[in-house]
C-alpha cells in the first residue's frame, strides 16, 4: 500500500497546500527567528505524508486533512513555546511586557517565576534563540575551515537515498550535486520530449516534495552531516 499512499498523497499535493496556507494569518508565533511559516508548512506538510497512510478513503479527505494540520501547529506552538514560556502570560498579575501588579516585575521574587528560571528557562532560551548580533563573539571566533563541505555533501547523498524515491533522488542529484538547471534536470529525466513547460513543472514538483521530506528528516534528526 505505501506506494498507493505516495500516488494518493501527490495527487492531492495542491489540496493540503491549499489548506495549509488557509492558517498563514494565524500563525503569529513571531518569536523564533528561524523559523517563518514557509517552515511549519513544510513540517506539516510531512507530517500529512506520514500518516496519510491512516486516511480512511471512504471518508471525506477536507476534515481529517484540517484536523491534522490544526494538531500540529499547536503541538508546534506548544513544543517550541507554551511548554517553556514563564508563567507570567498565563498570569492575571502580568501587566505589560515584564510588568507585575504584585512584584513591579516579572523577576524571581515571585515563586512561581523562581520555580521557572529554575527548571525551565534554559530549555526556553535553546528553544528560542536569540538573534545572532547577541553572539557575535561566538560567531566571529567561528573558524570557517571546521567544516568539510565535500564530506557533509557525500553524507548527505547516503543518506537522503534512503527515503527519498528514485525520481527524487535523481532530482536532487542533478539539481543540488551536479547543479543543473531545472530544465535540464528535466530533459535529463526525459520529460522534455512532448512539454517543455510540463516537464520543468514536474522537476518543480518533485524538487519541492524532495525537501519537505529532507527537511523533515533534518527536523527528526535522521539525517547527521
Known sequence: ??????DFFEAN?????QEIAKRKA???????????FE???????????????????????????NRIISNQIKNLIRDYYGNFSRPCLKCAASEGADGCAIYAKQSGECPLYKKWENTK???H???????????????????????????????????????????EYKVFMSLYVDNNSEEKTANLLGYQ??????????????????VSKIKMNIYNGNIDI
Open 193 to 210: 520530449r512532448t512539454d517543455k513547460n510540463s516537464g520543468v513543472k514536474n522537476v518543480k514538483l518533485i524538487n519541492k516534495s524532495l
Open 39 to 65: 517552515d511549519v508548512s513544510q513540517i506539516v506538510r510531512f507530517h500529512i505524508y506520514k500518516k496519510i497512510h491512516l486516511y480512511d478513503r471512504k471518508q471525506p479527505l477536507l476534515p481529517w486533512i
Open 125 to 167: 532560551d535553546t528553544k528560542l534563540p536569540v538573534s545572532v548580533e547577541n553572539h557575535v563573539r561566538e560567531v566571529h571566533q567561528k573558524n570557517a575551515e571546521d567544516v568539510d563541505v565535500e564530506l557533509g555533501l557525500s553524507k548527505l547523498k547516503d543518506q537522503v537515498k534512503n527515503f527519498l524515491k528514485p525520481v
Open 13 to 17: 499535493f495542491s489540496l493540503i497546500n
Open 26 to 36: 494565524r500563525w503569529n508565533l513571531k518569536i523564533i527567528p528561524w523559523m517563518d
Open 121 to 123: 528557562k534554559n530549555a
Open 1 to 6: 500500500m505505501k506506494q498507493d499512499d505516495d
